[in-house]
């Protein structure tokens, strides 16, 4: 950023995509100060710590809209507000909310709003940053005058296009894709909660994206989980998809005050544009007899036991203890509708 003067102050929060926890890491070695926030048992940040946070050197408070791994949905509004009344900019990662959600700039007050067109069915490769007017940006790339100097290169103008394109027709549906989303979230976690015992839904149960599902399934390995899962044709996730490969816990369930053990056992599941009511009632079917095989293998599960498990929750009401269910076929669509929508 420029003329900010002396300010080298940035504010963020513990549960913010790598993309944006990475680049403030590598600033602290430029000399400047970051101040990660830590979040509550739903992963919302309290404008109250930001507020306690901010310095007459703060010059940017970067707060994600909604998380890419448990869906909460941060009061960008109010954290802006708090932001400007300090003269900081606000920036925030809208990659996950951005054709899922309304977005107004506006409305949000934020100066600053990064976006993937991946998210809402556009290519890959293709981003866009929202940048107010009158706030100035020291180029990313030198070397020529595309993106009026603040990105060197040619253009990938099939790329641009086609984000334009997919922003079109995901604002064109956004109320009735926004509704039947919703519907079909609050099914599978309904479904999976009641018929599942041992399990905790990861993020805020209403302020969250419509088509977020993260739940964690007590006694069990979210590896295990994921391999049995792609056996049944259905694409998951055991945290966020650019790192789903590795071993370590979510940094974000983490950050939640979720335990080591109850954190492996996080499964994520989005519902997409051609997820269907026929798919989710095939993973209500079909998820029940994995948990349960996968408990009757471990060595930590006592299926007549009656330990209470809502000591290892962060959110204790959102453990449920429930029966079984039966698994019908598996419909043709569920693997690539559900495949779809997890990114």
Known sequence: MTALGKRNHIITSAIEHHAVLDTVNSLKALGFDVTVLSVNGYGLVDPADV??????????????HANNEVGTVQPIREIAAIAHERGALMHTDAVQSVGHLDIDVNELGVDLLSMAAHKFYGPKGVGALYIRKGVRISPLITGGGQERKRRAGTENTAGIVGMGVAAELAMAELDLERA?????????????????PHTMLNGHPTMRLPNNVNISYMYVEGESLLLNLDMAGIAASSGSACTSGSLEPSHVLMAMGISHEVAHGSVRMSIGRGTTEEDVDYVLGVMPRIVEKLRSMSPTYDKKGECCIKDLCANPQDCMRAGGASAPNAPASVSASMGQAMR
């Open 180 to 196: 039947r989303e919703t519907a079909l979230r609050d099914r599978l976690i309904a479904g999976l909660l009641s018929t599942i």
């Open 51 to 64: 507020r306690a946070s901010m310095t007459d050197r703060t010059f940017m408070v970067s707060i994600m």
